[in-house]
């Protein structure tokens, strides 16, 4: 499977915890986006890289949340002391260089996450 | 802000009709216009895309409309069928960026 890759599928974990999901994406991607996505609504932008530059966080993002792509090909979604708010599917999606700003993006399967 | 309205929120159509579901954007400067399907428990997968250059697009029964004057395109649907039962999510380019705002999303039902 060349598509884009998320683990883990399904995390439960107690408040204040932390959390960490990892994604891969489509190989020759050098764009990743990370997307909040709740029952009911549609996913919700929370920061994308170009290589290993991290160009835009969302200001929804509160400082609980990190992210990183060292390498410019993986890319780690830390969440710091969960809190049940955060109980949500986190996407993860990557695009294509070259074709100006409207690229297609493709979506990962999704890590969800039970704050309890 | 940057926004991107969609209704209606959930849609019910007989098999055989067909389906419009409608978004509004707020960039004016906004310039890829792309719609994503979604099944339960699934990835969204794209199912067609439009940019600003042309004002329509089809491919076989699915076709996207864009009227940039008034910021607004639409997804229809022609001859549904039951396997089109699922979550409909617009979404709109940012300009200046190459983040994508998305719509809350449709649920159509396809009654058999």
């Known amino acids: 499977d060349t598509g884009v890759s998320q683990d883990p599928r399904h995390k439960i974990t107690k408040r204040g915890q932390n959390v960490t999901f990892r994604c891969d994406p489509i190989?020759?991607?050098?764009?990743l986006y990370w997307y909040r996505q709740t029952l009911g609504q549609g996913p919700e932008f929370l920061t994308y890289?170009?290589?290993?530059?991290?160009?835009?966080k969302s200001r929804l993002l509160s400082d609980r949340f990190s992210a990183e792509r060292p390498k410019g090909s993986f890319s780690t979604l830390e969440i710091q002391r969960t809190e049940q708010g955060d109980s949500a599917m986190y996407l993860c999606?990557?695009?294509?260089?070259?074709?100006?700003?409207?690229?297609?993006?493709?979506f990962g399967e999704g890590s969800w996450l039970t704050v309890v | 802000g940057e926004n991107v309205e969609q209704h209606p929120s959930t849609l019910s159509v007989q098999e055989g009709d067909s389906a419009v579901i409608k978004c509004t954007y707020s960039d004016s400067a906004s310039n890829y216009f792309p719609w994503y399907k979604q099944e339960l428990g699934k990835r969204p997968q794209l199912i067609i895309d439009?940019?600003?250059?042309?004002g329509e697009k089809k491919d076989q029964r699915i076709a996207v409309t864009l009227n940039k004057t008034a910021k607004h395109f639409s997804l229809h649907i022609t001859e549904t069928q039951p396997e089109d039962s699922a979550v409909y999510f617009c979404a709109a380019s940012i300009a200046g960026t190459y983040k994508y705002i998305f719509g809350t999303g449709t649920r159509l039902k396809v009654l058999a």
């Open positions: 890289f170009q290589n290993e530059a991290q160009l835009e």
């Open positions: 190989s020759e991607h050098n764009r």
């Open positions: 439009i940019r600003s250059n042309v």
């Open positions: 999606a990557s695009s294509t260089p070259g074709q100006g700003r409207g690229n297609t993006i493709y």
